[in-house]
């Protein structure tokens, strides 16, 4: 099992509801940015520690650069958020999220889109492969 799983999935429902919040709040039709700054707060408001806008880092062989690669939040150190204003999330979106999640080496994360009228339907789960595994 990844050593972040236990942690990361023990935080997932309190990252659903900041975004939910801020949903609430918000509605739909925003630009993302704005989205970003309202969920950050709400996710430090509920005692979460956030890194925003996190340059990613790669590694091959001996060779280690750091991209234009930037994710858009990381909540205590285990979990993913990538956040989207747009008409439909689409696979390059949550393959967007899943490189993130391997470079960086984090067990889960999520594709959350506010540009919808009931956020669930805007939230994406991901799962590295095997990360829940003994």
Known sequence: MHPLYLEAELITKTVIGAAMEV?????????????????????KLRGLKVEQQRQVQIRYKDLV???S?????????CLLVELKSV???????????MSYMKLLDLPLG???NFNVQMLKQGVHRLM??????P
């Open 87 to 97: 008409m439909d999330v689409l696979p390059i979106h949550k393959a967007q999220g």
């Open 65 to 67: 650069f750091e991209d």
């Open 110 to 112: 999520f594709v959350i």
């Open 69 to 77: 690669l930037r994710c858009d939040v990381i909540v205590n150190g």
């Open 23 to 43: 949903h609430r709040d918000k509605g739909p039709g925003l630009l993302e940015s704005i989205y970003e700054r309202c969920f950050i707060h709400e996710l």
């Open 128 to 133: 590295l492969p095997g990360v829940n595994q």
